[in-house]
């Protein structure tokens, strides 16, 4: 599974390489001696910072492009957003600190609105009476599982 790190006010994403050891190959050989199946794959999302967030997404999928929300994410949780294999490479977020403000934005535009929403099309937003509002890219590498990592800026900045 690859990573992606995210810190607030900010679409700068760092990945992390899967790192195979000979542990991780045995346990996944002896899991399959077992008959135990192994993790879906899926787009999750988990938030390492302080506060509660509210979570949405953007993707492409044979029916042209969506966008989905809100997912209410409590600190130091994970939620999964989208079940299953990554069916693209490219999937968007935008994310919103509830508690102290902020948000986790980027250059691309999408369609969201105040309440749970799934909305096709990015275009004419405001026209269809949603918001125009905009999304950060997780280049996911064609990867079928991948996790994004919302980071406090604040609490990276102690750190080092």
Known sequence: MLVSNVTRKSAEIHRFAPQWGLCA????????????????ADLKLCNTTASRVGVSIG????????????WNIASHTCETLL???????YYYIHAVDYDRGGEWAGPLYMCTDDK????RDTTDCEKRGHKRTGFF????????????????????????
């Open 83 to 89: 079940k299953g294999v990554l069916i693209g490479r």
């Open 59 to 70: 993707y492409k999928d044979t029916e042209g492009w969506a966008s989905e929300g809100w």
């Open 137 to 160: 890219e997780v280049d996911t590498g064609e990867e079928r599982d991948w996790t994004v990592r919302l980071t406090d800026p604040e609490a990276e900045a102690k750190s080092q």
């Open 25 to 40: 190959l045995l346990a996944a050989g002896f899991a399959a001696c077992l008959g135990v199946t192994p993790a879906h």
């Open 116 to 119: 749970s929403f799934t909305i």
